[in-house]
């Protein structure tokens, strides 16, 4: 059994020690909001955070970080109120299909935690999340206004 903190609660899974992170969330708790994309870590559509940092959980074996705290984008907004960044995607009119919208989000909101106000070349840098939609423009429009929010 894997013990793992997910949005603030405990779960014990019984899953191989190998089982990728991202399957333990979609399958096992049904946190179905991170997305698979590639399953090589390249995309983005599965990110995560664990212990603040933006990781993309395709890639980490769930035992891994057991003891550690994970936040899905389950778990972003409080209560009712959605996170600045959240709120910034639906103003700018983001996503078009969505898929890669949790993973970027969640890309972003480690990005403006690090770097509150972030430059072009920062969001260029950081933010390597793929969206075949191609709504980068719109997503750069996104994190500007909620580094300023």
């Excluded at 179905?32 to 993309?56: M, P």
């Excluded at 899905?72 to 910034?88: C, D, F, M, P, S």
């Amino acid at each position: 059994m894997t013990s793992l903190s997910v949005n603030g609660k405990t779960y014990k899974v019984d899953v191989a020690p190998d089982t990728p992170l991202l399957w333990v969330l979609r399958d096992t708790l049904h946190l179905t909001g991170t997305k698979y994309g590639c399953g090589i870590g390249q995309c983005g559509a599965c990110t995560v955070h664990i212990e603040g940092v933006a990781t993309r959980s395709c890639s980490v074996p769930a035992s891994s970080v057991e003891g550690q705290h994970i936040v899905t984008i389950e778990g972003l907004a409080q209560g009712n109120v959605l996170h600045k960044v959240q709120q910034a995607w639906i103003e700018h009119d983001v996503p078009q299909c969505g898929y890669c919208q949790s993973g970027m989000i969640m890309a972003v909101v480690a990005l403006l935690k690090d770097k509150p106000k972030p430059t072009d070349a920062d969001i260029n840098g950081e933010i390597t999340n793929i969206c075949r939609c191609g709504t980068f423009q719109q997503v750069r429009a996104a994190i500007h206004a909620a580094a300023e929010a």
